[in-house]
């Protein structure tokens, strides 16, 4: 059953095309995922769907009566009341009786008089007439998995709370038509991975924009991509969507090579001399002027993301350590004797529920914070580039370029002055973009931009707090790249599974009270170990849990070898280390053969020694590793 038809919508902001003679079919039961660049008009098409925002041409055609319930992209402004109160607000038609019975409930806990007994009944009966308490157990059940507390004031609340409280609101309206933008944005793993179950389980229609891979490919049951102003269906999943994708791109980019080899023949033709004008076909003259305008009107692919960070000389092999490191924040245990060690180049994950701490080991590691009790030791020459969770101000009135140059047209990348306009193109802001004042681009947008300040900055340590959110996919997936690439060390905060197993060979597991447990590998490394973790505590007889419970409990990960067992940490290490040697020797040969080459040293010697300087990083962690398998290998068979 079509829910919302859209045909032939033309919507515009100023030159900006978002919408051109697009359609789109929106149907009952389905779960679709919007994708596109920042900027391509995601949010707006959200905003259409809802009748926020009216089409400038064309026809949108809903199902009559239909109910529609949008999360937005920011958080709500001006909200006041509770939680509960704004949440329920999502029912509207039994939104005052919950409100009520809640309050009163909320009141009774403090006095008790025969008045409010008799109103709390009378609600109560009233709330059975009309199936209210189904709705009343739907809050309490969203609320909780949110982690959200029913009588906290909405003016308290930071945005990303904010946020979560929005969703709460769209969640449990139980609309026919739930269009939810970002999310995922704010959630932690276990909220991400309920609101999956929860959106599969939903039995009317569903449109979504999302950064969030993992996210996508477990929700989606259709992707629309939002490019150039046309909406393209692809029916499936979202691995379908990509092979498909590229496919009609290189499609794309052939047509268009023989269009334009087709023009340019004829207006070489009509070019000629004045013999060949007296002969010439006037039906010709008029099928080019119909080229030429195909032409003028067709919308070439945008320009892919193509940006570098600026490094830093390298710092010391020691990055940072940490030795029983304890601290805590009130009546919240951030760490509880955690000791680590963190060396040049490791790329590490930290993982864990919202307000757990991980913002706050950070700090404690680079010494913005002190810990309660400990030693914490930095390296040496250590240049950070720290991007934030709350984001960097930016000045909202000043333009793009203003915002990354200060009002200079030249920044320094690689030693070189390059012109701001130029740089920003890497980034995808064209000039009359980079012109634009930072209050009209899109979310994704500023956060783009808030990378294209920080990779100005040379660094051989880069933090990244949340770094995914409202970027688009082609972004996200550069951004993999740019941190693979990267020479220094990386620590990031993130919610999202996909990039967390992309970029980081170990994470730090927050899993409660102080405890932080390293774990090779990424996200999904991280997943078998809770897994193991749960088949063990699952096998043991009752009896010897409760002894377990008695006792303090053994920090799995380092705990040593004995007998002929090692613990699951460096199992998994020496499972992963014969892979590890292997494409390091491939590495090896690889670079050895580009050393080798008789025009090598020929080439700018900034060049060389770079090649150079990376065979040997390549040559030492080959020794390094293979030096490892051999501890690991004899520890196991002692």
């Known amino acids: 059953m079509d829910l919302i038809r859209i045909l032939k919508a033309q919507l515009a902001f100023g030159t900006h095309a978002l919408l051109n003679k697009a359609d789109a079919v929106i149907e009952s039961g389905e779960r679709v995922c919007v994708v596109g660049r920042n900027g391509a008009g995601k949010s707006t098409l959200l905003k259409v769907l809802d009748g926020e925002v009216l089409l400038d041409d064309g026809e949108i055609n809903q199902l009559g009566g239909i109910r529609i319930s949008r999360l937005e992209q920011d958080p709500p402004k001006g909200a006041s009341g509770t939680v509960f109160d704004y949440v329920a607000q999502g029912m509207p038609e039994i939104a005052n009786l919950l409100i009520d019975f809640h309050h009163v409930s909320t009141e009774l806990q403090t006095v008790c008089t025969d008045k409010l007994l008799n109103k709390l009944e009378r609600l ?361 690439q990267y020479q220094g060390t990386v620590l990031i905060v993130s919610h999202d599974r996909e990039f967390i197993d992309n970029t980081c060979s170990s994470v730090w597991a927050f899993e409660g009270n102080g405890k932080i447990t390293d774990i090779v590998g990424g996200y999904s490394d991280y997943e078998a170990y809770v897994n193991y973790l749960a088949e063990q505590q699952k096998n043991q007889p009752q009896q010897a849990t409760k002894k377990v419970e008695k006792a303090p409990a053994a920090p799995v990960v380092k705990a040593e070898a004995k007998g002929n067992k090692l613990s699951y940490k460096l199992k998994l290490e020496l499972e992963q280390l014969p892979n590890k040697m292997e494409q390091l020797e491939a590495d090896v040969e690889i670079q050895q053969a580009i050393v080798s080459d008789v025009d090598f040293f020929k080439q700018d010697s900034d060049i060389t020694a770079k090649a150079l300087n990376h065979l040997a990083k390549l040559e030492s962690d080959l020794e390094a590793a293979f030096s490892r398998w051999e501890e690991l290998e004899e520890l196991k068979n002692q």
């Open 124 to 484: 109560s009966n009233q709330l059975e007439a009309v199936d209210g308490w189904r709705f009343d157990s739907r809050i309490q059940v969203v609320l909780t998995q949110l982690e959200l507390t029913p009588d906290a004031k909405l003016e308290s609340l930071s945005g990303g709370w904010l946020r979560k409280v929005a969703l709460a609101r769209a969640l449990v309206s139980e609309p026919d038509l739930l269009l939810l933008d970002e999310p995922t944005n704010h959630l932690d793993m276990a909220s991400v991975m309920w609101l999956e179950q929860f959106l599969k389980e939903f039995k009317g229609g569903i449109v979504f924009i999302s950064h969030d891979r993992a996210f996508i490919r477990a929700v989606a049951t259709r992707i629309l991509d939002l490019d150039r102003g046309k909406l393209i269906s692809y029916p499936g999943d979202y691995a379908t969507y990509l092979e498909q994708k590229a496919h009609d791109l290189k499609v794309e980019e052939s047509q268009n090579a023989l269009f334009d080899k087709r023009l340019a023949e004829e207006e070489t033709w009509i070019r000629q001399g004045v013999k060949a004008r007296r002969t010439r076909n006037e039906g010709r003259v008029r099928e080019l002027k119909q080229l030429r305008n195909e032409r003028k009107q067709r919308v070439d692919q945008v320009g892919k993301t193509d940006f570098n960070i600026e490094t830093a000389d390298r710092s010391g092999k020691l990055v940072f350590e940490a030795k029983h490191l304890c601290h805590a924040f009130k009546d919240k245990v951030i760490a509880d004797d955690f000791s680590t060690l963190v060396m040049r180049g490791d790329r590490i994950g930290l993982v864990g529920p919202n307000g757990i701490g991980k913002t706050t080991l950070l700090k404690l590691m680079f010494g913005s914070l002190a810990p309660d009790s400990g030693e914490t030791k930095q390296g040496v020459n250590l240049e950070f580039a720290y991007f934030d969770q709350y984001r960097e101000k930016l000045d909202e009135e000043a333009t793009v370029q203003d915002n990354v140059a200060e009002g200079k047209q030249e920044v320094m990348m690689g030693g070189r002055s390059r012109h701001v306009l130029g740089y920003l193109q890497d980034f995808l802001f064209p000039p009359a973009r980079a012109r634009t004042p930072v209050k009209a681009l899109s979310g994704g947008e500023k956060n783009r931009l808030l990378l294209a300040k920080l990779f100005l900055k040379p660094s051989n340590i880069l933090v990244l707090d949340e770094p995914t959110n409202d970027l688009d996919i082609e972004t996200l997936e550069l951004l993999e790249d740019i941190i693979n």
